[in-house]
């Protein structure tokens, strides 16, 4: 997971916090057992999104050249992969 | 930001379905609340780049006087950043 366990931590408190607040939606568990399976959503998805970058960083390694992190070109190749290995799951 | 845009995107609607498929939830807008779970998950993802951002500026105010004086301009954002994340109390 690219993230820290601190910021899925909070994005998962700042979602349940909103979902509590909006009048549109109802909760039907209590506020803390819809807080960890958001937590827990949020880690299966967060790991699979880390399988994205490294597709991408693996395409750009198997180049028959060098190309540095962090130079422009790097950063555009890096881009095109991510966004290819984004199209294969559909979003 | 760390996570591409769509991906951001991708997790709120995913988050917001899974919640309702396993009967956490009831809701009969999803569109409405998959796109408020999606507007605030983005701007806290993009809390970093506003603060590196702010530290750009920042420094930007003082480049002339950090020339002068040798301050070594990584050393100086990293400092400058953690007062930033300090004072806002973000979580990075």
Redesign the interface.
């Known amino acids: 997971m690219r993230l820290s366990d601190d910021k899925a931590n909070k994005l998962a408190k700042l979602t349940t916090d909103l979902l509590a607040e909006m009048p549109e939606v109802e909760f039907k568990e209590p506020y803390d057992d819809i807080r960890q399976e958001i937590r827990r959503i949020m880690k299966e998805l967060l790991d699979a999104e880390e399988n994205l970058d490294k597709a991408a960083r693996q395409k750009i390694e198997s180049q028959r050249r060098t190309i540095l992190e962090g130079s422009q070109e790097w950063e555009i190749l890096y881009r095109k992969y991510y966004n290819e290995e984004v199209k294969k799951l559909g979003i | 930001m760390?996570?591409?845009k769509?991906?951001v995107?991708?997790?709120a609607q995913?988050?917001v379905k899974?919640?309702m498929d396993?009967?956490?939830?009831?809701?009969?807008?999803l569109p409405?609340?998959v796109e408020?779970?999606n507007a605030?998950?983005s701007e806290?993802?993009a809390l970093e780049d506003r603060i590196n951002e702010e530290v750009r500026v920042i420094l930007e105010a003082y480049s002339d006087e950090m020339r002068k004086g040798g301050v070594n301009y990584q050393e100086m954002f990293k400092k400058v950043k953690n007062e930033l994340v300090r004072k806002y109390r973000a979580?990075?």
């Not at chain 2, 396993?22 to 807008?29: L, Y």
């Open positions: 760390l996570l591409s769509e991906y995107g991708y997790l995913q988050v899974r919640l396993g009967k956490f939830i009831e809701t009969k807008q409405t609340v408020k779970v605030t998950l806290e993802m979580v990075l």
